[in-house]
């Protein structure tokens, strides 16, 4: 299958940043390809949820707060405006009781108007004075603190609106008090139809509005206030001036309800509210904070920013540390696929080198038989012949070529015995006796060239089911190579220990020169061999037809090793009964 490169990989904008299919990249390199490339992935699969969420979160949330703050402003706007409306009203009331109750005469006697003033104040809060005009328009009778005796309103425009409506409640203005406030008036007639009628006008002062307006929740509103249709404030505005003050207003007219309108103040947006007071020239304003300037809405931002910041860490490290398991989970299982790919290879070359010996060596050995009796009847006629002037050169020449057949016969003897197959004969083995008999037989050489053999036997090893010839043969030739390994005087060391999972290990280590890697990764190679001296030359046969027979008793071999620290070759049994393929 060609490898799909970068260029063709719908991902590699998002994820890789290399092709991880490029059998020219190292190893290292294409694993931490691959390590980067699933954790962006990952990266970006985990925190796009997170991402909607937050988003959905925002904007709901957003505009829940959007629609609270519509509908606080209209309801505090609806609150005030039904206190006022009920001050007033109350105000309006008591005055027309007080003008049906009493006579026009009755309430031009001063110490009945004292009276009655004083009692309505009690009453009502904020009522400056009370006055009783006659039907001409003059002032009969007045109780306050101001001198206003004899004061003529025929033209002033709360008299004849007061006349004209029968009750009146005027807009602030100044008039002979020269201090902001307004009237509250109803007229009668007089008990002589014929005279006109006279106006009982009750004086309340801005502060009494104030007061009213106050009980707005000022976490609600920010300012609140009441204005004429001409835009002159009627009561004090935190934001837009005093009393008289004149301010723009929208063109809206006499509003029906509550009219909420967006606005700025300044570099502030601002949510403003008008309403109409009932039976008055007013219009009651509110104004508050937008839903962006509200504690509640920064304290929902920063949580929501303090929780997307630690979903974030959590699934940056989650990712970082699950991507790099998983990596190393692929790098170990592509390591081990391709140890066993090179198992299987070794195996397969085992079997073919094995069938190539075995042709070999007989197509061989008949003519070194052949050679090595020819030679023979040659030494044997020389022996009998004494006159032969250069019979001892021609002994020494057929001896040599004896040797050479011997060495040959051996190699061929190696070679089919490589090739066989010999069925495993199954049988209780104690492997630290068919160590000591293994050691008995190289007792001589270690002996010849001082070498140390030290046993650590596990006394209470149990027994194996395996074949002991076969077992000999295998042990028998890794201590060969480790006393060729060790040379003179060198130190030999023997252990048996049984695992956890239950097999036997049995370790072979000598304290030869050692190995590099590129000679440890071929020692088991047919063919392969590192006795290069004058005497040591082997046909690298020994160490093959050792791992042959190690996996043909499902043992398993391993060697150990670094340059200048000598060898250990590691072999491993299992103690229950071997199953036949």
Partial sequence: MKPVSCSTNPFKKYAFPCNINDLNLPARERYHCLRRGLRLIMFFVAMTPVLV???????????????DTNNAATWSTMGAQQNIETFLEK????????????????????????????????????????SVIGPDGVQRAYSGAFNLAGKNYRDSFWYNKTLAQKSYISEVFMGFRNFPHFVVAVSRKMADSSEGNWVLRA???????????????????????????????????????????????????????????HDQRGSKNVIRTYTAIKDTPWILVLEQQQYGDKLSWRKFKQQLLITFCVCAVIIIFSVYRIAGFVAASIRNSDELREAVIAQTEHSDRLASIGRLAAGVAHEINNPLAIIGAKAQLMQDLLEHETTFAKRDKFMNQLESVN????????????????????????EPVQVNEV???VLSFLEKEALYQNIAIVQDLQADLPSITSDQGQLQQILLNITNNAIDAAGK??????????????????????NGPGMPPEVRNKIFEPFFTTKTGENKQGTGLGLSITYGIVKKLQGEIQVESEVGSGATFILTFPTKPLVKK
């Fill in 91 to 130: 105000l309006r009331l008591s005055i027309s009781v007080i003008s049906e109750a009493y006579t026009f005469q009755e309430l031009i006697d001063q110490k009945m108007l004292d009276g009655v003033f004083e009692k309505l104040k009690q009453e009502n809060r904020g009522i400056v004075d009370l």
């Fill in 203 to 261: 004086s309340v002062d801005t502060e009494t509005l104030d007061r009213f307006i106050a009980t707005v929740n000022s976490e609600i509103a920010s300012d609140a206030f009441l204005v004429s249709q001409e835009g002159v404030l009627q009561s004090r505005s935190n934001f837009y001036g005093k009393v008289n003050d004149k301010m723009s207003l929208p063109d809206i007219g006499l509003p029906t309800g509550v009219v909420l309108m």
């Fill in 53 to 67: 969420t937050a988003g959905l979160s925002f904007y709901q949330y957003r505009q829940l707060l959007k629609e």
């Fill in 403 to 426: 040797n050479a057949v011997n060495r040959s016969q051996k190699i061929t003897h190696r070679l089919l015995s490589f090739a066989r197959r010999m069925e495993v004969r199954q």
């Fill in 435 to 437: 160590i000591g008999e």
């Fill in 489 to 510: 005087n060198g130190n030999i060391l023997i252990t048996t220990r049984q695992n956890d999972s239950g097999s036997i290990q049995i370790a072979i280590s000598d």
